[in-house]
């Protein structure tokens, strides 16, 4: 989700107008229509204290990737298991025609 969009979700949850929400966060209506409209992008301290000001936490992390993933062999992999589970019917006979593993 994006700046514009939070923005203006927690306004509207909040029941607040503009001129109301931009009175609570210390920031004129103008610019706070600019942030929700996508002219103008809050920094992220910003953004935080427009949402507090409407009764919410914003929160964000950054989660680390684990080392030595190639994120294009990941990709290859999940289209394989994919292309492999379109393979079976959605709706299985009452009978399994399968070949059993292990045997």
């Given at each position: 989700m994006?700046?514009?969009t939070?923005?203006?979700?927690?306004?509207a949850?909040?029941g607040?107008?503009l001129r109301?929400?931009a009175q609570?966060?210390?920031?004129?209506?103008?610019?706070?229509?600019?942030?929700?409209?996508?002219?103008?992008?809050?920094?992220?301290?910003?953004?935080?204290?427009?949402?507090?000001a409407?009764?919410?936490?914003?929160?964000?992390?950054l989660q680390?990737?684990?080392?030595?993933i190639?994120?294009?062999?990941?990709?290859?992999?999940?289209?394989?298991?994919?292309?492999?589970a379109?393979r079976?019917p959605a709706?299985h006979?009452?009978?399994?025609?399968a070949?059993?593993f292990?045997?």
């Amino acid at each position: 989700m994006d700046a514009a969009t939070t923005l203006r979700q927690a306004r509207a949850t909040a029941g607040l107008s503009l001129r109301e929400l931009a009175q609570k966060a210390g920031t004129s209506h103008s610019t706070l229509a600019a942030y929700e409209g996508g002219r103008k992008v809050p920094t992220a301290d910003t953004l935080a204290r427009v949402v507090g000001a409407a009764g919410f936490d914003l929160i964000y992390q950054l989660q680390p990737r684990p080392a030595g993933i190639d994120l294009r062999e990941r990709e290859r992999e999940l289209r394989a298991v994919l292309h492999l589970a379109a393979r079976f019917p959605a709706r299985h006979d009452a009978e399994l025609r399968a070949p059993v593993f292990g045997r």
